[in-house]
């Protein structure tokens, strides 16, 4: 049976495909699970020449995609891919029927992908032209471009399957694509797509990180960015029309998308995010072929998207950067000091150094905290040090706790002295807002308010007894 | 070749034609709502990840029974609304990149299960998933003529995929007359929906389902592609051609319907004309709805290229003549 899908109208492989599929792992694995030397041999790049060609294939594949990808994702065109790649569809259709009525070889790669390129920059085309002459939105014409293009595309496969007199031979594999078919040949495509992606980005990153970040300053900076703006679309098109064959024109966009959006999960600064998704989709493209060559009826590009999937998963849930837990982590801790900071204050106003549990109570329910957020605040406190034990007449606060609230306060008081004289914010609005900044003033800024109210001889709170 | 043009076969195009209509109508209404608030690509989103919904429900119950598909279907399209969300909000991703990873990590689990599948000599197609099978509607022992429709034995040779199709349409219609207020405010202004009252959350899940529900019920006969075709072509034209809501539904449906008529129509006549077998349907019928949205985009009474060339060039002469 074959590696890839089955198809439902039938994919023919010549006897050579045939025979090389035979002679690789992926046909002597059969129904069994790999053994132990079988994985290790894969792995290790000896589980044979054509195991070993895919292997390749796919991992230059994902890095050249997860490097074009960022770009995608900055320019905010990861959906645009996905029409580009439905897109090629067409092309491949009419350049099999017209290579075939002049004579040619239909199946011939190099003429095939040069339709797929053909149509898919039209497409690309189509959605500028929606996009400048319609009132549709972005959304709209890539939906358009996608569905339109892509239908015609079935129409053409429907037409060589009933009507054409050669064999249709898996013009169906650039749909879901057949990694286990590449050639040496092939393999060598995505090696040097792959070496120009690397050497284009490395030269022209600068120009690349300009045009996606502030492309209206590029302009009136005498940038050509529309030139700029090209090369990186004709990376996208190279990069997708190279993975038509290996993972189909449904999972290449992935290829393109997730890689980069699982590295903006670690880092803040380009070219690491550049270097991150390439590491990311060569590894998910080796561990996809390698699976696929282990285990019998997974096809390749299902395991690399699911692998980048599982990356992604790890990096939206842990990346310490901006990963769910770490950004849960630091919203809490904000709260915490926020709430602390206003069970010190209220320590600070009320002049008294043991707070009754009522005015925790009642601060409690004016800040609306739950009954869990209160432990956590009294708990967070007391291994600041700045509040003692609960006792049975209130919480009491430390020296530190004390000296905190009075900081706080006068933060407070500061600000809003600040807002009253120079925002000309009134009086009786400034202190909700002041409320919200009083507790993330840093000190220099401290600084500056004070000689700032000094200056204009404005009256400024003292340094409470327990200041800073 | 009987020297007509048009060729129509009450047995083998009738059902065909009725279901890619149906699919077709209820896909164009509710896609009105989606290219208002600018989530066309939901539907894009949604059909492809219904993959491994269809097939996990299979693997669980190993019935191919149409409640179960539909309930992994729609399991799947609402997994994947919640999780676009989430990526997006949580993990402060670009929209469109957050429903690209959601669907075709979605896809590729459906592709991976489908071999699974296979693996057990069951017969579950991802290419059917994708371009349908309106072929197979056909209709054995159909009447000759038009007048051999009308009687009972028509209504019990419809078959299911027919009338799942046609109690989508008439559930959409109906959705979209009982929450046309709520769905109007939500899609200009949710948050004027919110401040009104309506949960606007609520009505963009309700309609999520609807689209998830369509897709399903469509996936079948036409395939997800008509289904992406139609949720936002009919809309999108009848958004050239209209600046008010209730008229935009109402010519979207037309639109739907002409689109997929004519489509039908073209893959078999066409080719037929040439001598050749017929085409792939659903293809050909999203064709046709691009090819009437060009024609609008190029030819629309007000926001037409042509219509935006004559009135700059009068705006110009008016000028000059002043």
Known sequence: MLPGISLGIGVQLEPSQLEQLRSSALATAGDRLPTLEQIIETVTLRGGYNTNLVIAGTTL???????????????????????????????????????????????????????????????????????????????????????????????????????????????????????????????????????VSVVTTVLLLKEFALVCFNDAF???????????????????????????????????????????????????????????????????????????????????????????????????????????????????????????????????????????????????????????????????????????????????????????GARVSRNHALWKQYLISYADIAPSHVDWSVDQVEHVLSDALIAELEAELTAQGIAIPAVGSAGR | MNGAIIQFDIGADLFPLLAGTFAAMGCGLLGNFLV???????????????????????????????????????????????LVELVKNLGRVEPGAAMGVVFSVFFALGVLLIERAAMRHIDLDADCVLHGQLETLVWYDAPDTLSGLLTWSTIDAVPRQVAVLAMMVVLAVMFISVFFKELRIAAFDPALATTLGFNATGMHYLLMVFVAAATVASFEAVGSILVIAMLVCPAATARLLTDRLLAQVVVSGVIAAVSSVGGYLAATSIPAAFGKDAVNAAGSMSVMAGGLLALAIIAAPRHGVISGWVRRRRLACAITVD
Request: hydrophobic share 55%; net charge positive.
């Open chain 2, 36 to 82: 208002l608030r600018r989530l066309s690509l939901m539907g894009d989103a949604i059909s492809h990840s219904v993959l491994p919904g269809l097939v996990i429900a299979f693997l669980i119950t190993s019935t191919r029974s149409p409640a179960v598909m539909f309930a992994g279907a729609a399991a799947a399209g609402i997994a994947t609304v919640v």
């Open chain 1, 61 to 195: 594949l994902g890095l050249a995609a997860g490097i074009i990808g960022v770009f995608a994702l900055l320019r905010k065109r990861s959906l645009m891919t996905d029409a580009l790649s439905h897109a090629t569809l067409p092309g491949i259709t009419i350049a099999f029927l017209t290579a075939t009525a002049l004579g040619f070889d239909g199946r011939s790669l190099p003429v095939l992908l040069l339709g797929a390129t053909v149509s898919g920059v039209a497409g690309v085309l189509c959605i500028h032209a929606i996009l400048r002459f319609s009132r549709l939105t972005e959304d709209a014409a890539i939906g358009i471009v996608l569905s339109v293009f892509f239908g015609a595309g079935i129409v053409g496969l429907s037409y060589i399957q009933a009507n054409a007199n050669t064999s249709s031979a898996g013009l169906n594999r650039f749909i879901y694509g057949q990694a286990a078919t590449m050639r040496a040949g092939d393999v060598a495509i995505m090696g040097s797509i792959a070496g």
């Open chain 1, 218 to 404: 590029a302009k009136v900076d005498g940038w050509p960015v529309g030139a700029i703006d090209l090369v990186m679309m004709g990376l996208v098109v190279l990069v997708t029309v190279a993975g038509l064959q290996a993972v189909g024109l449904i999972l290449v966009v992935a290829m393109l998308i997730i890689p980069p959006v699982a590295a903006r999960f670690w880092t803040e600064r380009l070219w690491l995010l550049v270097v991150l998704a390439g590491v990311i989709g060569a590894a998910s493209g080796y561990f996809g072929s390698v699976v696929s060559a282990l285990l019998p009826r997974k096809p390749a590009g299902s395991v690399i998207v699911l692998t980048s999937g599982s990356i992604f998963a790890i990096s939206f849930i842990c990346a310490p950067a901006r990963g769910v837990i770490a950004t849960a982590i630091r919203r809490l801790r904000l709260r915490l000091r926020i709430a602390g900071d206003h069970l010190l204050e209220r320590a600070h106003e009320l002049h008294t150094s043991v707070l009754p549990a009522s005015v925790v109570d009642e601060l409690a329910q004016r800040r609306g905290w739950s009954r869990w957020l209160r432990t956590l605040v009294i708990w967070s406190l007391r291994r600041a040090g700045m509040v003692g034990s609960m006792t049975s007449n209130g919480l009491e606060v430390l020296r530190a706790g004390m000296a905190r």
